[in-house]
């Protein structure tokens, strides 16, 4: 074994360019947000007081869906093109190659998702002092809900029918980090303290990135042991 | 200790163990919820409060215990099935789910009746209530997950793999849907406050938990002896015992 | 000294049906094992097995003297090469980019040397930078061949390796198969192509009862 940061770095490396050769994979979930978003105003009407109440909620309720449709495909070209298989062979723990495959997921659908947000969060009309905590909490809880879709991802890769079934699996588990989250920007937007929902997804942040690359690499095995 | 686990494991030895076991537990179950529900419908005083309403805790606050119970019991099978490999413990974990997800939708489908005298709806989105929701959300997950496997001995192992990542987020789930709830009605008045249950209300209250325990188990070991002989269907026991009837 | 790979009483089924019954053989170095039989018969399912991605059997396998359910699967990890039916490449990545992450996912960063070489051994020097999706599938066959030759090992399990090969390809493999055993490695492999006269070739035949 050499240098494990060199490996790392590599592995790293090597997510970053699959997903950056093909840039309309990171566009889509952007613009999925971005879309969805605009039918809100469509569906409830335009009237100003009314979407500055429910744009905390809006914006993280379809920032999840965006994460939740970008997982979809996580593994799935891995797993056609025979790439996954030379990492479950790989004498690097799967542990590790997880867990570099999520973040650098992150990176490039979570990140983007929560730079974009405060642009829909002032066409909702949402009171820009709930801007740092929109920021924050998605930040975070983009990162959260990415490591717990990744788990469905992994358990449903071996399937033809992924899509409808991932979310039955994942919604659920995604109730924590949607209800504080948008609590803290609810609480931002109102004048109030929010650090204490943003401490909780901090806390379920580091807990999802050090124990979720566990039931990954489980999932990834099972999924490819049939 | 290791030898007897193995050989208990062993769904021959299951089956014969469990058929000794299920007259038992059919008569304590019936017994119990017979006359847990006879004495808490006609012989408890009715409540200062909520007059005879409040009556159908006798069957909500069972289904709502034993289901949670239920997906712990599916955790549980699911991490033995993932360490030790035991067909016997992916049975108990399929067969476990649907009763667990039967239950939780008649704690549900309870908690809407009791809603609607108490509160004037039949749906109140109350920190318990909407805790049991989720856990139907769970449950419903993993028995998607485990139909959509076509080998069934992947499907065992996928879905204790989720069903342990639920039972490691439901504590957080619940928690925060509780710090949710308090955050949008500070002032509320909680009804369910098993505490303070008088003593004449809880006895037959007890009666109905056993005997939802006793019947989740009894609906179980028939499932799963159901399952063993399916499974095990090409060998030579299941063969003449099927020949012995 | 323990063989190389030992297995022992090996069953396995899919789907209810028994594809092997009680399987003993043994692999030395040097040896080449040929899994023969008609479609179906449970070849790719034996490779994947012995690679460890398929783990529903029944049976003895050791590698080294150490159990494949143990300590010997870590060991193998690190010291053998699968080559499955899919080629393990990412298309819209260079040759270069492909080995190189194959290489660390090996545990080993190889320099970029080390890659060259290895795509020179198989023709396709000049190639390094196009993008695998430009290259024909005999050409993406041949990168993933290079693997082989990128991190040494002992043990090359290769399933169908002639598929998209063209004529020259096919013997140029061949030798590469003869050198790899005669200076001490093993293999096994499944084919329906004839092999040529090699060195230390022996043939298991599955679904002949």
């Known amino acids: 074994m050499s240098d494990p940061r060199i490996i790392w770095n590599v592995l790293l490396r090597r997510e970053l360019l699959v997903s950056l050769r093909r840039r309309s994979e990171i566009a889509n979930p952007l613009f999925f947000f971005l879309i969805v978003c605009a039918l809100f105003p469509l569906g409830l009407g335009p009237s100003p007081a009314l979407l500055a109440g429910m744009a905390p909620g809006i914006l993280w309720i379809v920032a999840l869906l965006a994460v939740l449709m970008a997982s979809d495909g996580l593994f799935r070209s891995d797993y056609d093109d025979g790439t996954l298989e030379q990492v479950l062979l790989s004498p690097v723990p799967l542990y590790v190659t997880s867990l570099v495959k999520v973040l650098a997921h992150w990176l490039l659908s979570g990140l983007p998702l929560t730079l974009l947000s405060p642009l829909l969060a002032m066409m909702l009309q949402m009171p820009p002092q709930g801007i740092p905590a929109l920021l924050a909490s998605l930040a975070l809880g983009t990162l959260v809900l990415s490591f717990i879709a990744a788990i469905g991802a992994a358990l449903t890769v071996g399937l033809k029918r992924g899509g409808v079934l991932l979310s039955l699996l994942v919604l659920p588990l995604f109730v924590p980090a949607l209800i504080f989250g948008s609590a803290a920007v609810q609480r931002a937007v109102l004048g109030m303290d929010s650090s204490a929902p943003l401490a909780l997804l901090g806390a379920m942040a580091i807990m999802f990135v050090l124990v979720a690359p566990l039931a990954i690499a489980g999932a990834l095995r099972v999924s490819h042991d049939q | ?245 | 000294m323990p063989p190389l790979l030992d297995i022992q009483g090996l069953s396995y089924a899919r789907d209810h049906r028994d594809l092997a019954r009680d399987l003993s053989f043994q692999l030395e170095a040097g040896d080449i094992l040929r899994v023969e039989g008609p479609n179906g018969s449970g070849k790719t399912t034996l490779l994947r097995i012995l690679a460890g991605l398929y783990t529903n059997y029944e049976g003895e396998l050791r590698y080294r003297g150490e159990s494949l359910r143990g300590r010997g699967r870590l060991a193998m990890r690190s010291e053998s090469h699968f080559l499955g039916h899919q080629s393990a490449l990412k298309l819209s990545l260079t040759p270069l980019e492909n080995l190189n992450w194959l290489a660390a996912l090996n545990g080993q960063s190889v320099g970029l040397d080390a890659v060259e070489n290895a795509l020179a051994k198989v023709g396709l020097k000049g190639y390094e930078d196009v993008p695998c999706r430009q290259l024909s599938a005999g050409q993406q066959r041949r990168v993933t061949l290079a693997r082989l030759f990128l991190v040494s090992a002992g043990l090359w399990l290769l399933d169908e390796p002639f598929t998209a090969l063209d004529r020259q390809a096919v013997a140029e493999l061949e030798g590469w198969i003869g050198e790899f055993a005669a200076s001490g490695g093993a293999v096994v492999l499944t084919t329906h192509h004839a092999l040529g006269q090699l060195q230390g070739l022996r043939s298991l035949t599955l679904g002949g009862s």
């Open chain 2, 1 to 245: 200790m290791w030898a007897w686990f193995h050989k208990w494991s062993s769904p021959r030895w299951f089956y014969q163990l469990s058929g000794t076991l299920l007259p038992w537990l059919a008569v304590i179950s019936l017994a119990a919820l017979i006359v847990g529900v006879a004495w808490g419908l006609m012989f408890v005083p009715p409540d200062y409060k909520q007059g005879n309403s409040f009556r159908i805790i006798y069957i909500h606050v069972p289904a709502a215990a034993v289901a949670m119970a239920g997906y712990l019991l599916m955790a549980t099978a699911g991490a033995i099935s993932l360490i030790w490999r035991i067909k016997l413990a992916d049975m108990v974990l399929k067969c476990a789910a649907p009763i667990g997800a039967a239950l939780t939708f008649l704690a549900l489908v309870t908690g809407a009746i009791w809603g609607k005298p108490t509160w004037g709806t039949w749906w109140v989105w109350d920190a318990r209530i909407t805790s049991v929701l989720v856990l139907f959300f769970l449950y419903i997950g993993i028995i998607a997950l485990y139909e959509a496997f076509d080998n069934k001995e992947a499907a065992g192992r996928a879905s204790a793999i989720l069903a342990l990542v639920g039972a490691v987020n439901i504590p957080i789930i619940y928690w925060s849907v509780e710090w949710w709830y308090s955050l949008h009605q500070p002032a509320s008045i909680s009804f369910t406050g098993e505490s303070s249950i008088h003593p004449q209300m809880l006895r037959p209250l007890l009666l109905t938990i056993t005997g939802f325990y006793c019947f989740f188990g009894w609906v179980l070991l028939l499932k799963v002896r159901n399952e063993i002989l399916h499974r095990e269907r090409s060998t030579r026991w299941v063969r003449d015992l099927i020949l012995s009837r």
